[in-house]
T-cell receptor
Framework: EDQVTQSPEALRLQEGESSSLNCSYT??????LFWYRQDPGKGPEFLFT???AGEEKEKERLKATLTKKESFLHITAPKPEDSATYLCAVQASNDMRFGAGTRLTVKP | DSGVTQTPKHLITATGQRVTLRCSPRSGDLSVYWYQQSLDQGLQFLIQYYNGEERAKGNILERFSAQQFPDLHSELNLSSLELGDSALYFC????????????FGSGTQLSVL
């Protein structure tokens, strides 16, 4: 069965303290790996799509990478406004399966 | 603003009741997805429609049903509600049948008392 596991469940950082979030997956025939950001009480907001191992995407302080078994979301010099839950999702068959998310808190 | 509209934003009802959640996708999007999000289950895929036809089904209970109308809006019907059905229900849309990036609405918070 397709599985998506995110770690850690929660991460607290000081402003400027860089770190990485992990998304490991086991799917048959990955068609795409997606990262979303979700703020409390709101719907997830698309960040990145990665399609093949070795691919990297960047947006401001965020950088997403992909291997054959996992993806990382690197956050460089985070700011308090980066606080949110970050969701990883994989597309293998007709649905998009989400991980449980990493709740990131960045303290000033 | 994602362009996906969900109504109502909040719904409070009693066990055993039936409710209907409504979703209007982004202009031009043909695919609509429904997800359930609860604290202990994360974001669970329920069902997908493409241009009026059911495309994929996930962990959707038999008490739940959905449809997509000719104008592409979608409704999720939840019946014989139980306490455990309390959750945030999201609708998302995308432009094609293949799963591209999804645009999510702001959700309907359902509370079953």
């Amino acid at each position: 069965e397709d599985q998506v596991t995110q770690s850690p469940e929660a991460l607290r950082l000081q402003e400027g303290e860089s770190s990485s979030l992990n998304c490991s997956y086991t799917v048959s025939g990955l068609r795409g790996l997606f990262w979303y950001r979700q703020d409390p009480g709101k719907g997830p907001e698309f960040l990145f799509t990665l399609y093949s191992a070795g691919e990297e995407k960047e947006k401001e302080r965020l950088k997403a990478t992909l291997t054959k078994k996992e993806s990382f979301l690197h956050i460089t010099a985070p700011k308090p406004e980066d606080s949110a839950t970050y969701l990883c999702a994989v597309q293998a068959s007709n649905d998009m399966r989400f991980g449980a998310g990493t709740r990131l808190t960045v303290k000033p | 603003d994602s362009g996906v509209t969900q109504t109502p934003k909040h719904l409070i009802t009693a066990t055993g009741q039936r409710v209907t959640l409504r979703c209007s996708p982004r202009s031009g999007d043909l695919s609509v997805y429904w997800y359930q999000q609860s604290l202990d289950q994360g974001l669970q895929f329920l069902i997908q429609y493409y241009n009026g036809e059911e495309r994929a089904k996930g962990n959707i209970l038999e008490r739940f049903s959905a449809q997509q109308f000719p104008d592409l809006h979608s409704e999720l019907n939840l019946s014989s509600l139980e306490l455990g059905d309390s959750a945030l229900y999201f609708c998302a849309s995308s432009g094609t049948a293949e799963n591209e990036k999804l645009f999510f609405g702001s959700g309907t918070q359902l509370s079953v008392l």
